[in-house]
């Protein structure tokens, strides 16, 4: 059985965004180090596994004609910005016992990403989606209002994986040799923080926790899998689409939050998870009947 391109890019990104809804899992392991010292670890072990997945596929060819263009470069440079935020962010977010708030982040990105789909590539959108939407976005104004503080834990991660999607879709360039291109503009950076750790004794790579180093290795395998299927739903798939879709993974880290770290669980945000769920049941009913037509 073939399957169509937008069908792939439904496989792809239920992939990543449930691979992302189980990450705090991961993320628990490594709390105890500081949170960049984490990120420098994503960046630094993304790229060997990178490096091995790109000889093992063959695409070292595709490098070269990216590394010539100005403009995709300049794209690419901003795109590894924006994750690198989205990532520390992240990190902060569950090292703090924050991951309800961060889950809400991810609520709100999918609004972003299908109002940046509409500003920049003309996206429409249907009745039924509208109402999706609709319905989302009340969910997640219950959600902000419970809060009862600006949560800028939730706006930080929303906004900065929102434009790195656009970002990504302007670019245009191949899932895998994009991906190697970004976190090796990050690497010396990476390099020398890690760098100066080890000089001053601080690095817990090097320190007696073994455990904690092994996970800190993970850390490449962990950030590229995700993402290499994002990014390949994202040359696939409307803006609008992916950005529904989205819902999946904090509605997973939610779930994650609550049975498996405690995290209080108020009526409020039970309604706010309810709301979003249906939403997404609306906007995925609109799209397959959209492709059976």
């Known amino acids: 059985m073939r399957y169509s391109q937008h069908t792939i890019g439904i496989f792809y990104a239920v992939a990543a965004f449930l691979f992302w809804g189980l990450a705090p899992i991961y993320f628990m392991q490594v709390s105890s180090v500081n949170p960049l ?26 490098i070269n004609p990216i590394l010539k263009n100005k403009l995709q470069i300049k794209y ?28 809400l982040g991810y609520f709100i990105n999918p609004l972003i990403s299908i109002f940046l789909g509409y500003l920049f590539f003309s996206e429409r959108i249907s009745k039924n989606q509208l109402i999706a939407v609709s319905i989302a976005f009340v969910a997640v104004m219950i959600q902000l209002v419970t809060i009862g503080t600006l949560p800028l834990i939730s706006l930080g991660l929303a906004f900065s994986f929102a434009f790195y999607g656009l970002v990504r879709k302007k670019v245009n360039v191949a899932s895998m040799p994009g991906l190697f291109i970004e976190t090796l503009l990050l690497l010396p950076f990476a390099l020398g923080y890690l760098s100066y750790l080890i000089w001053t004794n601080s690095s ?7 455990y904690i180093s092994f996970m800190l290795c993970l850390g490449g395998i962990v950030t590229v899998l995700p993402l290499l299927w994002f990014n390949a739903a994202t040359l696939r798939l409307k803006l609008s689409t992916l950005g529904m879709l989205q819902y999946i993974g904090p509605s997973v880290a939610f779930v994650v939050a609550i049975v498996i770290y405690d995290e209080v669980l108020s009526s409020a945000k039970m309604l706010t998870f309810a709301l979003i769920w249906f939403a997404l049941m609306i906007f995925t009913y609109d799209i397959f009947r959209a492709n059976s037509n």
């Open 204 to 210: 817990a790579l090097v320190g007696d926790d073994s």
């Open 76 to 103: 690419l440079f901003l795109s590894s910005f924006l994750v690198s935020l989205n990532w520390l962010i992240f990190i902060y977010a569950v090292s703090v016992d924050k991951i309800l708030e961060a889950s």
């Open 37 to 62: 010292e984490v990120l420098i670890h994503r960046i630094i072990w993304s790229v060997v596994v990178l490096t091995l997945l790109l000889f093992v596929s063959k695409q070292f060819k595709l």
